[in-house]
């Protein structure tokens, strides 16, 4: 039998096939929504952007939540893959006013330079809880953000705001949602009042924060993106599939995986 660096033939083909075991049992089984297959690839770009967090929340890449208990069907686990980014946020742990946590899990590389209104499809899966709903009430969600330049034509000086969408209710609880559509359920804001209209207090759609950061200017781009909570409600729960256009983040205790939306 011949030998190539000591192996024999045989021991390697039987090194192969464990190989192709572990690495199928670790990709873990795919959800309906489908795992990505061959088309996934990782980013390194992604993780608690620290200059936006405040107080000790947590912004953990984990494995599940599988339930709640007596759950079962495809909204008893993550609809991709086996994990999510698990947020936890409380309201009354600081010393600042108000004295609520705030977290932001986001990418501050791979979407630097966009142009905002080249968005076109955003959203995500939550896990809502009961005892968030008690909370904070029905809307106490977290949120999609987007730091931007405004680069509007009234306020040329004026470099930095943050897109935030407000989801309206999660449709369940105790359980995964299905895909939440950020372009057309909850509203938008900027945070800076660039655009009274559109500001914290008011409620845009998202059509309508793109049209008002179109005002004949360069453009509005951004800066980064991110899934966040706070600073309000207490909050514990799971977000999962994170949808930017045609790309869907799944991510997974070992790292933020990109899947091509079908």
Known sequence: MSTRFGITRGTALVAAALAAVVASTL??????AGDG??????????????????GSPVADLRNGPYGSFGVTGPAARPPYGRGSLGIEVADASTSLTPASEKVD????????????????????????TGENVAYGGTENMPNIRFEIDPNLSALPNDNYSTMVWVPD????????????DA??????????????????????????????LDDGGAGATILTAAVGKGRDHMWIGAVDG?????????????????????
């Open 183 to 212: 372009t057309s359920t909850g509203h938008w804001f900027l945070s800076g009042n660039e655009v009274p209209a559109c500001g914290q207090a008011a409620e845009c759609t998202f059509d309508e924060i793109k049209d008002a």
């Open 105 to 128: 899990f986001g990418n501050e590389v791979d979407f630097y330079g966009d142009p905002v209104g080249g968005l076109r499809r955003l959203g995500f899966h939550v896990f809502q």
């Open 37 to 54: 297959g061959d088309h996934a690839r990782r980013s390194d770009h992604w993780g608690v952007i620290a200059r936006n967090t405040i």
């Open 242 to 262: 994170l949808r930017v256009n045609q790309n869907v983040y799944d991510f997974e205790a070992d790292g933020v995986r990109t899947l091509r939306a079908g």
């Open 169 to 180: 209710a999660s449709p369940v609880t105790n359980r995964w949602s299905g895909f939440i």
């Open 27 to 32: 990709s873990g089984p795919a959800s309906a």
